[in-house]
Every structure is written in C-alpha cells, then in structure tokens.
C-alpha cells in the first residue's frame, strides 16, 4: 500500500467523511446527515456520491466496513456500518496538518482579514 502522505491532498468529502468516523461507526445515512450538519447545508450528499466516496476510501484502506451491526429492532438490519482503519485515522491527521499549515499561511491570513469587519 502507498504512504499515507501520498493519499495527500484528500478531496474535502473525503476528509469530512474520515472526521465523521473518528467518533465512532456510522451507517451511510448518518454520515450523510452529519456532514450536512457539520458543513450548516453547504455539502449535502446524494446516495450515489457518498457510496463512491466511501468505496473510494474502503479501497485506499481508509475506511472499512464495521463488523458491528445493530440490533435488528433497534435499527434497519440493512444498514452497512464504516469505521475509520488507523491507516484512515494516520491520513486524516495528516490532512488536518496540511490544512492548518495552509491556513496559517501568509496570503490566508491576509484573505482572512478581508472577512472582518472595518
């Protein structure tokens, strides 16, 4: 398998998908629903994309199917549950570094000013 570095940059779904699954296993629409919630509606996931997305992940070892399931009566036994593979944990810390290191960034911060009030 590649180096976690070389998965770098992640798309910004991938990256909300992996932050979902850090707290725990998810089925696809629970997923979907926090992220619409995390990102306030500006990132909504239709079915067919977010399954891409997480297949995607599944086959860069980032993420892999849960052998959990719910209990039958407490939940749809059809749902698939993910979680988060410490391979997906190593490359989503990464990212964040990535992006903190470009927010910190010179022309960020000037861009960054442009947000506040005179």
Same mark, same amino acid.
């Given at each position: 398998?590649?180096?976690?570095?070389?998965?770098?940059?992640?798309?910004?779904?991938?990256?909300?998908?992996?932050?979902?699954?850090?707290?725990?296993?998810?089925?696809?629409?629970?997923?979907?629903?926090?992220?619409?919630?995390?990102?306030?509606?500006?990132?909504?996931?239709?079915?067919?994309?977010?399954?891409?997305?997480?297949?995607? $992940?599944?086959?860069?070892? &980032?993420? %892999?199917?849960? =052998?959990? /399931?719910? +209990?039958?009566?407490?939940?749809?036994?059809? @749902?698939?549950?993910?979680?988060?593979?410490?391979?997906?944990?190593?490359?989503?810390? $990464?990212?964040?570094?990535? &992006?903190? %290191?470009?927010? =910190?960034? /010179?022309? +960020?911060?000037?861009?960054?000013?442009?947000? @506040?009030?005179?």
């Amino acid at each position: 398998m590649p180096d976690a570095r070389s998965l770098l940059p992640l798309k910004p779904v991938e990256y909300l998908v992996l932050l979902a699954l850090v707290e725990g296993e998810q089925h696809g629409y629970a997923l979907a629903k926090e992220i619409d919630e995390r990102t306030e509606g500006v990132v909504r996931l239709e079915p067919g994309n977010l399954y891409r997305v997480i297949r995607r $992940l599944v086959d860069d070892g &980032l993420v %892999a199917p849960a =052998a959990r /399931r719910a +209990a039958p009566d407490a939940d749809d036994e059809r @749902r698939r549950y993910y979680a988060i593979t410490a391979r997906g944990q190593r490359v989503a810390a $990464l990212e964040g570094e990535r &992006l903190r %290191a470009l927010l =910190a960034s /010179r022309p +960020a911060r000037i861009l960054a000013r442009t947000l @506040r009030p005179a």
